[in-house]
């Protein structure tokens, strides 16, 4: 039987949610017209994964999106 684990909220982002299950984890971040979801795997480290869909995030509102 597949589970889905239980994923904690950590941290309220400028526009989004950062989401944490063991060393894995989601960052949801609202632009105007979308809402971007990203997922990290344990290899990749909280921070870096969350400044990049921001600064994706910052891009697509710039040109209005």
């Known amino acids: 039987m597949n589970t889905v684990g239980c994923w904690f909220g950590i941290s309220l ?3 989004g949610i950062f989401l944490l299950q063991g060393r894995e984890g989601v960052v949801i971040v609202k ?22 869909v ?6 697509l509102i710039g040109v209005g999106y």
């Open 13 to 15: 982002l400028t526009d």
């Open 31 to 52: 632009t105007n017209q979308a809402m971007l979801v990203a997922h990290y795997p344990e290899t990749i480290q909280p921070g870096p994964a969350a400044n990049t």
């Open 54 to 59: 921001e600064q994706l995030a910052d891009y």
